[in-house]
C-alpha cells in the first residue's frame, strides 16, 4: 500500500499541544459549493453548525456509498464525539473506498491510538511516514498502556501559588514533580532535565510548534510510570522537552498532564478550593449530582475532541455570535483568547499593542480585547479582558473544526469544572457562595 503525504509529528503550544496526527483538510472550506449532501455538511461544518454537518454526512455517505470523502469526515466526526466503533467502520469505507487516502489512515492512526491499539497504530504510522511514533509506540508491545492500578478516586491539593492547577507527582517511582494539569496538551510531557535524572531514553525527534507558532523541537519516549496520590498508572507515552527555559516561569513545573493521560478518568477541577478530583472512568460521571441539575448554578454542554486532542466547546460573544473554542486550563491567566481571524469576523478591535507571552517556540506578543460579554453553558460572563493569540494554521483550520479561540483558566476560575471524558460532557458548578 503506497501513501501520498509523509505525517508530522507536531507539539504545538497555547497551553501545550502535541499533535498526534495530523488529519489535514477534514476541516471545512467556507468556500464549498452547496447542493450535493456532501458540499453542504462541509459548510455546516464550517459555521460551526457540527450536529447538521453530521447528519449531512451521514447522508452522502449513504447516497454514494463508494465516496471515500464521505466516509472519511463522516469517521472525523465520529472520532470527535467519541464513537470509537461507528468512527472505526466509517474510516474503513474510506480507506476501502479511496486507496491510498493518508488522511483516513492518519484518523485511523488517532483511533487506535486512542483505543490502546499500540502496535496497529504504529504500523500505520510507518506507512504515512511517521517513524518517530512509530517507533515509540511499537515499543509498548506486550505492555498494555495506561494500566491503572490503586483505588477509584484520587483527590490531590494544587501546589504552589499558581493560578492554573499544578499537583505533586512520583514520575517512575523515584522522583516527586510538579505537573500541570493542562487540558491544552494532549499528552504527558516532561521536562528534559527530570527525563535526564529518571533516567528515560529517548525514543525519536518530533518537531514542536509553539505558542506564537513558532518551531522547536523535542524527543519523544516510554515513561514506566506516574503515581497520583494512591493511584499509579504505568506504560505512559510521552513527549521531552525544555520546559523550563521554553516557559521562563517563577514558579517552573516539570511535566505536563495532557488529555491522552486525562481522558482515562472523569476529571473535576475545583478552582475555588484549588483542588483536583481524578476518578477511573467507568467508576462514575455526568450522573453526579445529577438531582442539582435544575439548579441554575450548574451548567452542562458536550464536548468535542479534535485529533490533536483538545477539548472543544461552544460558547457565545459578541451579540450571540457563536464560536468553538477549545479548553486551556493551563493558561494561567487569560480567560479567552481569540484568533485574528476570530477577532476580525465579531468586529473586535485590539486595546493596544500587545502583551507579552512565553511559551514553547519562545515569546510572543498578544493585543488586549475587551468583550462586552461572554455566554458560556448557561453562565454569562460580562466586560471580559481576552487576548488576539497568533493561532497556526494548524490549530485553526487543520483539526477538524474552525477553531476560534481558547478558554483559559482565567475563565474557570470561579467553578467547579468537570470534564467527563467517557461520556464527552463538560460540566461548570457555581459554588453557592458565589455571585
Given at each position: ?140 508491545r506486550g505492555a498494555s498502556p495506561f494500566l491503572q492500578t490503586g483505588p477509584d478516586e484520587v483527590r490531590l491539593d ?15 517511582r523515584r522522583q516527586s514533580a510538579n505537573f500541570l494539569v493542562d487540558t491544552g496538551a494532549s499528552c504527558v510531557v ?103 441539575l435544575a439548579d441554575r448554578r450548574i451548567a452542562d454542554v458536550p464536548l468535542r475532541l479534535t485529533p490533536g486532542g ?126
Amino acid at each position: 500500500m503506497g501513501w501520498l503525504n509523509g505525517r508530522e509529528v507536531a507539539l504545538r503550544l497555547i497551553g501545550l499541544i502535541f499533535l498526534l496526527a495530523s488529519a489535514g483538510g477534514t476541516a471545512a472550506s467556507r468556500t464549498a459549493i452547496a447542493g450535493e449532501p456532501l458540499d453542504e455538511a462541509r459548510l455546516c461544518l464550517a459555521e460551526g453548525n457540527l450536529e447538521e454537518a453530521a447528519r449531512l454526512a451521514r447522508k452522502a455517505a449513504a447516497l454514494r456509498p463508494s465516496d471515500g470523502a464521505a466516509w472519511r469526515l463522516l469517521g472525523a466526526m465520529e472520532l470527535q464525539q467519541g464513537q470509537m466503533v461507528r468512527a472505526e467502520r466509517a474510516l474503513e469505507r474510506a480507506l476501502r473506498a479511496d486507496d491510498p487516502d493518508p488522511e483516513a489512515a492518519a484518523l485511523m492512526a488517532i483511533l487506535w491510538r486512542r483505543e490502546g491499539r499500540f502496535v496497529d497504530a504504529a504500523d500505520l504510522l510507518r506507512k504515512l511516514g511517521g517513524a518517530a511514533e512509530a517507533e515509540q509506540l511499537a515499543g509498548f508491545r506486550g505492555a498494555s498502556p495506561f494500566l491503572q492500578t490503586g483505588p477509584d478516586e484520587v483527590r490531590l491539593d494544587w501546589v504552589g501559588s499558581e493560578r492554573r492547577p499544578v499537583v505533586r507527582v512520583l514520575v517512575a517511582r523515584r522522583q516527586s514533580a510538579n505537573f500541570l494539569v493542562d487540558t491544552g496538551a494532549s499528552c504527558v510531557v516532561l521536562d528534559r532535565r527530570l527525563a535526564e535524572e529518571i533516567r528515560l531514553p529517548p525514543v525519536g525527534s518530533a518537531q514542536l510548534l509553539g505558542a506564537g507558532a513558532r518551531k522547536t523541537h523535542g524527543k519523544l519516549g516510554r515513561l514506566d510510570s506516574l503515581q497520583l496520590g494512591a493511584t499509579e498508572v504505568r506504560n505512559i507515552p510521552v513527549a521531552i522537552i525544555d520546559l523550563h527555559r521554553s516557559e521562563q516561569r517563577s514558579e517552573p513545573f516539570d511535566g505536563i498532564l495532557g488529555s491522552e493521560f486525562l481522558r482515562r478518568f472523569v476529571v473535576t477541577l475545583d478552582y475555588p478550593k484549588r483542588r483536583l478530583l481524578l476518578r477511573k472512568a467507568g467508576t462514575h460521571g455526568i450522573a453526579e449530582e445529577s438531582s442539582a441539575l435544575a439548579d441554575r448554578r450548574i451548567a452542562d454542554v458536550p464536548l468535542r475532541l479534535t485529533p490533536g486532542g483538545l477539548v472543544v466547546v461552544p460558547v457565545e460573544v459578541a451579540s450571540r455570535e457563536k464560536l468553538l473554542v477549545f479548553l486551556d486550563t493551563g493558561a494561567a491567566e487569560t480567560a479567552l483568547a481569540l484568533s485574528r481571524r476570530a477577532a476580525i469576523r465579531l468586529g473586535l478591535t485590539a486595546l493596544g499593542g500587545g502583551d507579552p507571552y512565553s511559551g514553547v517556540g519562545g515569546r510572543y506578543l498578544a493585543p488586549p480585547i475587551l468583550l462586552p460579554e461572554v455566554r458560556f453553558a448557561g453562565f454569562s460572563a460580562h466586560h471580559v479582558l481576552g487576548a488576539i493569540v497568533p493561532f497556526p494554521s494548524r490549530i485553526e483550520r487543520g483539526e477538524g473544526l474552525p477553531l476560534g479561540g481558547f478558554l483559559g483558566s482565567g475563565f474557570c476560575r470561579p467553578f467547579r469544572v468537570m470534564i467527563d471524558f467517557p461520556r464527552m460532557r463538560l460540566r461548570l458548578t457555581l459554588p453557592q457562595k458565589e455571585t
